[in-house]
């Protein structure tokens, strides 16, 4: 099955249909003028419908015009002295090898208006960060319920910042491949059943990629954010971080005390693999720079182990726990790790006690 759906792609003329959307949005290799250059991109495309609705030219000589017209359009985007004007030289010589036809051209200037373009608006519109979503829920549960639902509101935050953020890419999803399914019924070439959805997965994949990016990005600060409404809504003052202090450590947020030492404040869904980057930081490192302890704010605390809380605990770093944790538990009762965790509800606290 597999070969015979690969044998169909490679025989249609719109197998290199998600290729051309992949290499107009490569930064690395090709410069992603689909992304920085999308108006001229879009007038070059233009150009090519233009001649390629000639009649003046046999088929061989218009093949010949186009990929010149193509190349010299696309080395015109850039300034030869620059990177960009190689990284675009890089793109005109895959375009070289992949349009070997007047059909590659026609698929490329559809890439171009049904792929590319249709996806970099959508992208503009997806949310760079949670926090519109998730501030009033935030407030009214401190309003509500005070201090002692820290661990809540924390939890809250992020489930309402993805489930926000995810709604508004699904909403952005269905209009744009709505739009895709219409603009491919109004198309004026021969296309099948089957070369419609090569069309139309090529966008969704590319799409998607792009929202993986975008969640990432957006994953890595959600619970950052946090902090700052936190900080915001009992007034605390934050500081810079310590000068020199050059650490391979994620702090979110820091701190003064009254008696002149800082804290750093870390809040991430899990520890993961970053605990060996913290336990670099040993207590004479952090008593050089006046570092009281770094807190670390988990909402999931499956995979820490005792051993990561031995080993940063006795680096005066202070893991902060749900309430309702079983880790917190069986920690609070031991005597060789009850000193290294603390219950979320106490946060605001033992903030309000030393600064």
């Known amino acids: 099955m597999f070969e015979t759906f690969h044998r169909q792609i490679q025989d249609s003329p719109f197998k290199n249909i998600y290729w051309f959307a992949r290499y107009l949005l490569n930064t ?22 233009t001649l390629a609705t000639q009649d003046d030219f046999s088929d061989s000589d218009k093949l010949i015009l186009l990929k010149n017209t193509l190349k010299n359009e696309i080395k015109s985007l ?39 373009a249709p996806i970099n ?10 926090k519109k979503f998730c501030e009033k829920a935030a407030k009214n549960i401190l309003d509500t319920f ?18 926000g953020c995810l709604d508004i890419e699904r909403t952005l999803i269905i209009e744009e491949y709505t739009r895709l399914i219409d603009n491919l019924s109004k198309l004026d070439i021969i296309h099948s059943n089957f070369e419609d959805s090569i069309m139309i997965t090529a966008f969704i994949q590319e799409f998607e990629r792009r929202l993986g990016q975008k969640r990432k990005v957006r994953g890595g600060t959600s619970l950052e954010t ?40 870390s809040c991430k869904r899990t520890l993961r693999e970053r605990w060996k980057q913290l336990s670099q930081a040993d207590r004479g490192t952090l008593s050089h720079f006046k570092i009281r302890e ?3 704010l988990i909402t999931y605390d499956n995979d820490l182990s005792d051993d990561k809380i031995v080993r940063l605990g006795e680096q005066r770093q202070i893991f902060y726990l749900p309430d309702s944790s079983e880790t917190y538990k069986k920690c ?13 509800k106490n946060l605001i606290e033992d903030i309000r006690n030393l600064v």
């Not at 850039?78 to 992949?98: A, C, G, H, R, V």
């Not at 005070?146 to 489930?163: Q, S």
Request: glycine share 6%; proline share 3%.
């Open 146 to 163: 005070g201090e002692e639902k820290i661990g809540n509101l924390i939890a809250t935050w992020d489930k309402l910042g993805v489930k």
């Open 121 to 130: 608006k959508a992208m503009s519109l997806v949310p760079t960060d949670d």
């Open 332 to 344: 609070s009762e031991h005597p060789g790790m009850q000193n290294y965790v603390r219950p979320l």
């Open 226 to 265: 946090v902090l700052d409404f936190i900080f915001d809504y009992y007034e605390f003052k934050s500081t810079d971080k310590p000068s020199h202090f050059d650490q391979d450590i994620e702090v979110d947020k820091w701190f003064k005390c009254k008696d002149g030492w800082i804290i750093g404040i």
């Open 78 to 116: 850039s300034n030869p002295k620059t990177k960009s004007y190689i990284l675009s030289l890089n793109l005109i010589e895959q375009l070289e090898q992949d349009i070997t036809s007047i059909d590659d051209i026609v698929v490329f200037c559809i890439a171009v208006k049904y792929v590319v």
């Open 294 to 296: 770094l807190w670390h």
């Open 28 to 49: 690395d290799q090709y410069g992603a003028i689909g992304k920085l250059k999308e108006k001229q991109l879009l007038n070059i495309v233009s150009i090519l419908e």
